[in-house]
């Protein structure tokens, strides 16, 4: 089977999982703090990512952070809650942009978050710069002809890593000279230079602030991929899931060249 088909169905029965579970609650706890969680948005509780780490990031340093892909909006949070003074949470889908407000509410940081509906920058306001900008992007390749439109597809899939590289072209328009671009990023199949690739190919240099190589699949998608690929050996890298809080720094010339 080639990777890509693999991808697809491990992506779909993820999706399957999330659509079987009734037993979500509307508020989930992480990080010591209640989120609200609304219909139709990733629960984090499922497979937490780049906010386990959030303190990696120098949110203190920054007057502008964008989060992509808000989601619940607990970065987007993080970061106000940090001390940047003004952050922006993008999401292609309605419910997470009103599930970062109602989470920016709680936790008191509204009058300095604001979400949008966006698919990627599109609904970035012209002249506006960030210090930071973070994704927790699609993990997973997948044949374009098997994806739809639906928000779970744009959520899980990125055939041929189209989005990301996007996402990282465009966002050196968006940087402050001394802006950064923050991606958690996922190998569930091992590609280890994929994100290092994109990084020469688009104009950034490539710093690790947060490598985890587990030797199991999150408990709550084990029941997503093959049993031989969940319960094989790590030392053949059959069931290591490798995890990274990647930081970008732009390329002089590349900054020079927008």
């Known amino acids: 089977m080639e990777a890509r088909d693999f ?6 029965n993820i999706i399957d999982r999330y659509h079987a579970d009734d037993t979500r609650s509307d508020v989930f706890e992480l990080l010591g703090r209640q989120w609200d969680l609304l219909d139709d948005v990733w629960p984090p509780a499922y497979s937490p990512g780049g906010e386990l780490y959030a303190d990696l990031i120098p949110f203190g340093q920054m ?9 619940t909006g607990i970065m987007s949070v993080l970061a106000a809650l940090a001390g940047t003074g003004r952050v922006l949470g993008l999401d292609l889908n309605p419910n997470a942009v009103r599930n970062t407000e109602l989470n920016a509410k709680r936790h008191g940081v509204a009058d300095r978050v604001t979400a949008r509906e966006s698919d990627l920058y599109s609904a970035v306001e012209p002249g506006e710069k960030f210090d930071g900008i973070y994704w927790n992007p699609p993990f997973f390749d997948a044949p374009e002809e098997f994806i739809d439109n639906s928000i779970w597809h744009e959520t899980m899939f990125d055939p041929n890593f189209a989005k990301l590289r996007t996402f990282l072209k465009d966002g050196l328009d968006l940087l402050t000279p001394s802006g950064k671009v923050y991606l958690w990023f996922g190998e569930a199949l091992g590609n280890p230079t994929l994100v290092s690739d994109l990084a020469g190919e688009t104009g950034y240099t490539l710093n690790i602030l947060k490598k985890v190589e587990m030797d199991e699949i999150p408990e709550a998608l084990a029941d997503a991929f093959p049993a031989d690929l969940v319960s094989g050996d790590p030392g053949n890298g059959h069931a290591a899931w490798h995890l990274h809080l990647i930081e970008l720094t732009p390329l002089k010339s590349s900054l020079n060249s927008q």
């Open 7 to 12: 991808e697809l169905i491990i992506g779909q």
């Open 63 to 71: 007057s502008a952070f964008l989060e992509m892909g808000c989601g």
